[in-house]
């Protein structure tokens, strides 16, 4: 499911993704991104070289712009660098640290300290996700998100969940709250959607945006090369709620240690059976 995937991946991990966006009122805009998670040797998975072209701070914003998948989001441009050290993980303790810095005018030295907890009532699976950072040039951050995996008959997926996040240098906090529903068509395809929304507060939260997403992917190659493609609509406080149209394209590159070994066992998930 999205970022989860790349964050909740612990072994070496190489993805570069493109978007265009065809909006109803912005036009055709592009974005790209690269990261890389690369396991150090002699270090048992404990520590990891972290590579992003938008920088951690960036990456975070994205996800606290709670606009769905497809929107725009301004990014600048900037590299982080960092170094990950895995304190503990287990099936539901996760505690990582990790610090950096970022190549963005003027340089920002960070850390970031997560902490994940999960249970496993019945079949579902609840995830608590805290993220605090500290960054020389800009202060505190932090970021938190609550979400419940709940499977359903037939392979789907159900997923609700809330987030906020918070920033020193900023007054107020973000929010969002919605849920995503996902599954699998077949052993190439997959249909994803996400209703959501998002807002700001201070004292009292106030609703920004709605937004409905959806998209149909497609797996090109094996477990490393997608595509996707599917409408959204969003109506945000900024058009009066107004209605807007627009089509966004994926093209996912994701290499894997993982993904590799994955298709080397069961080939028919990567179809090749």
């Not at 849920?179 to 699998?184: A, I």
Request: glycine share 10%.
């Amino acid at each position: 499911g999205g970022e989860d995937a790349y964050e909740g991946n612990t072994g070496s991990l190489i993805q570069a993704e493109i978007r265009t966006i065809i909006d109803q009122y912005e036009g055709v805009s592009s974005q790209s991104s690269v990261r890389a998670r690369l396991v150090l040797p002699r270090t048992q998975e404990r520590l990891n070289l972290v590579l992003q072209s938008d920088a951690d701070d960036s990456a975070e914003q994205s996800d606290l712009s709670f606009i769905g998948d497809y929107l725009p989001v301004d990014k600048p441009s900037a590299f982080g660098a960092a170094l990950e050290g895995i304190i503990i993980e287990t099936k539901r303790w996760k505690a990582a640290l990790r610090g950096g810095v970022q190549t963005k005018m003027p340089p920002d030295a960070f850390v970031r300290l997560d902490l994940r907890r999960r249970w496993f009532p019945w079949s579902a699976r609840i995830t608590a996700d805290e993220k605090g950072y500290w960054y020389a040039v800009k202060g505190l951050a932090n970021k938190f998100r609550l979400s419940l995996d709940l499977p359903l008959d037939g392979g789907w997926l159900l997923r609700p969940s809330v987030g906020t996040g918070w920033k020193e240098e900023e007054n107020g906090y973000d929010w969002d709250s919605g849920f995503g529903f996902y599954g699998r068509l077949n052993d190439k395809d997959a249909f994803l959607m996400d209703v959501r929304a998002t807002g700001r507060g201070s004292y009292e939260p106030i609703t920004n945006s709605y937004s409905v997403t959806a998209e149909l992917s497609h797996k090109l190659y094996r477990n490393w090369v997608y595509i996707g493609v599917g409408p959204g609509m969003v109506w945000s406080r900024e058009r009066d709620f107004d209605p807007a149209l627009y089509l966004g394209f994926r093209f996912d590159l994701i290499f894997s240690k993982a993904l590799t070994q994955e298709c080397e066992t069961t080939p028919q998930r990567c179809g090749l059976g």
